[in-house]
């Protein structure tokens, strides 16, 4: 059993920065890659990106990358997602989730593809 915690988020005015931490217990987080994905009201929960078990690889979706960026401390059980030059269109609640795969393999941009959710971080971005 893996629980997951999303921290870091809060009000920002556009253009401001904000870091997100996700904290893992149990032994899976090293093992797979993992996810941010973020629902805005009335909408899907949409892929932001995501990381595979080493850090080596990343990918994010269009709307964020260049201002996004995923990192991971295995050694911390600890999943990040630095957020720059952020907009009202980044408001959302982001969750971070589990992989059942080592790599950025398969549908990963899909929240189909995860097994274990946080509860999710509020993130409001003001014009």
């Known amino acids: 059993q893996v629980q997951l915690v999303e921290s870091g988020g809060g009000l920002v005015q556009a253009g401001g920065s904000l870091r997100l931490s996700c904290a893992a217990s149990g032994r899976l987080f090293s093992r797979y890659a993992m996810g941010w994905f973020r629902q805005a009201p009335g909408k899907e929960r949409d892929f932001v990106g995501a990381?595979?078990?080493?850090?080596?690889?990343?990918d994010y979706a269009d709307s964020v990358k260049g201002r996004f960026a995923i990192s991971r401390d295995n050694a911390k059980n600890t999943l990040y997602l630095q957020m720059n030059s952020l907009k009202p269109e980044d408001t959302a609640v982001y969750y971070c989730a589990i992989d059942r795969k080592p790599n950025l393999t398969g549908r990963y941009y899909q929240a189909f593809e995860y097994d274990y959710w946080g509860q999710g971080t509020q993130v409001t971005v003001s014009s």
């Open positions: 990381i595979d078990w080493s850090g080596d690889s990343t």
